[in-house]
């Protein structure tokens, strides 16, 4: 039964490994702000590692070679907040002129 225990356990302990090693790639996609299409061949060139293990290095490359191109939609999500803002009366025309000349010169 001790023997079960312990193979189950290091059978957990590789698999534990295993998961770590994969998802490499992904967090460092993840933290350079690579995103769309790119990301989604990262994910799957790393999980394909699993069976084919130069997919793996390919993935890591491609992660830490490929450039974010994320399109900026946090500044339109701003500007739509504001409008909102304005247009529920709780800020005033010169304030909502003045945060957006700032939000569009960022």
């Given at each position: 039964?001790?023997?079960?225990?312990?193979?189950?356990?290091?059978?957990?302990?590789?698999?534990?490994?295993?998961?770590?090693?994969?998802?490499?790639?992904?967090?460092?996609?993840?933290?350079?702000?690579?995103?769309?299409?790119?990301?989604?061949?990262?994910?799957?060139?790393?999980?394909?590692?699993?069976?084919?293990?130069i997919?793996?290095?390919?993935?890591l490359?491609?992660?830490?070679?490929?450039?974010?191109?994320?399109?900026?939609?946090?500044?339109?999500?701003?500007?739509?907040?504001?409008?909102?803002?304005?247009?529920?009366?709780?800020?005033?025309?010169?304030?909502?002129?003045?945060?957006?000349?700032?939000?569009?010169?960022?």
């Amino acid at each position: 039964m001790l023997e079960v225990i312990v193979a189950f356990f290091i059978m957990f302990l590789i698999a534990a490994v295993a998961v770590a090693i994969i998802s490499i790639p992904i967090l460092i996609a993840n933290a350079r702000g690579i995103c769309g299409g790119e990301k989604t061949a990262i994910v799957l060139l790393s999980i394909l590692g699993v069976f084919f293990g130069i997919t793996w290095f390919v993935a890591l490359i491609l992660s830490l070679v490929w450039h974010a191109q994320c399109p900026a939609g946090d500044d339109l999500d701003k500007l739509e907040k504001l409008s909102k803002l304005y247009k529920d009366k709780v800020i005033t025309k010169s304030e909502y002129e003045r945060m957006k000349s700032k939000l569009l010169r960022e």
